[in-house]
């Protein structure tokens, strides 16, 4: 089944034309890795696919249903997750009220955020910390897991492994193989190696729009097809 | 005029008869000083409690959603009125203390839920058409709604046969006389009306505070004031949550509004609308916009700042009559200036 579907998507911010249109299809159960060069609109068809910035064409659906021009709390509630860019946890709220607030829309919050614990024990050490005095790592950890304990059916995580030390990295690696065991997954990273290694498969945008894709298995940057959009 | 002909602004025999050690000792006016000092603190604290409810809608309305409401005053000149209007039809002559400060607290529900209500209705139809638009739009929608309610609150009044600029009397002759003395604390004479409105400030602080930290709802409004869209992409609808907050910040201004109605500073009057928005806006500036805690911290400083200058004119080591309003607005410039976040600020809020 065919869990996130974009089809000929034109997003603007303001008059700059980002998503000139884009299409892709992810599979329910797969991690699929969106890779490319900076400011070629990965962010942007996550943000697209939530509703957050809603595209002017073409057609969004998420579990066969049509969202396009939906609320992005409306997307979210049909069981869509958000990992963002640079975490943004609520850095005043305590690490149980960051996971709290994610885990509203659950049918049992409160064994959600039990599982949450038991996947990063440091969270359930931390629990009445507040998030903002927590290390990077931690935060990413906690990204991940707010974006896990709403009972998603589809994860979009974005720049995971940004600004952490390479041994965190690695944690991170496993908190997001964790979190795919029972969650369909959408990766924008510039570790290319790293997307390569969780991912199914891949999407390479440019430009705004999708110019490769294919299964991870064997492919590395210095593939031709590849290096040609990676490299500025 | 030559800077002779200038008035004197500080009467230095009666500072130095008020600062004078010998003289206290002997008199044994140390102990005197002490138990003044203690009044004036009391008498501050009063005052903190009710700029803190003043101020309070402010800083939620605006910590969620951005938004500077400067209707705030004019909601709780509404609130005074309101309440002074259940107050005067239902005490007489003869209701009793305790049955009239009864009939206080059911005015102050009823008005908070009317007025909670006719906020939610503002919030859907006047302020979430512009949330798009810059801050700008939102200061000039709300200052003319300001400007309405004023107005439509002078016709009705003139209509009725009230004087809309001095204060009304009516209701504030309903204040009981336990109210109006002074009571002994601890050897020191402390106004009771002050006690009261410190025993609602605190019942009003508890309430938010509780709601803030103990309800779904709160936790929402507080994520929301660090990360409105976050919240969003989490499955809040925060647009309902907006409305709440502007519904519950507009009740929480009325009922300062319904606080001030018996003291003889404030008392119901249009003016009230201008008065409660600047110190309103003083107390969230100096605490941080969108603070809580800042907005506790800040109504105290104040009170007690308007206190004591209100001790050194009473006193006359003071002469000039505008000394508190002058201290306070000093305390916000200097705020602006070595703090512009507030206390308790941050930079930015709810991503606004």
Redesign the interface.
Known sequence: MTALELDGVHTYYGESHILQGLSLSVEAGEIVALVGRNGVGKTTTLRTA?G?TPPREGTVRFDGTDVTGM???EI??RGMG?V?EER?V????TVA??L???A??AADPDARIAEAYELFPALDRFADKEAGDLSGGQQQMLAIA?GMV?DNDLLLVDEPSEGLAPQIVEDVVEALRAASADTTMVLVEQNFRLAMDLADRFYLVDHGVVVEEGETAGVTSDDERIRRYLTA | MSLGTLPAVVDAAALASALDPSALLATGGAVDGLRTAARVLAEGIGKGAVYFTIAVGLTLVFGLMGVLNFAHGAVAMVGAYLGGLVLVIVVGANTGTLATILVFFVALALVFAVTTAAGSAMEVTLIRPIYDRTPTYQILLTFGVSLIIEEVARIVLTLRGIQPDPQWQAPMATAPDVLLGRTQLFGVGVRRLYLFEIAIGAVVAVAVWAFLTKTLYGLYIRAGSEDTEMVQALGVDVRKAFTVVFGVGTGLAAVGGVLLMWDPIWGPSVLLSIDVLLYAFVVVIIGGLGSFTGTLAAAGIVGIADSVTTWLFTTGIVTFPGLSEVTIFLLLVVMLIIRPQGLYGVEEVGGH
């Open positions: 939530l957050l609320e992005p709390h979210a509630a958000w963002p943004r609520f850095s005043h709220l009220e960051n709290r607030v994610a509203h829309s707010r709403g």
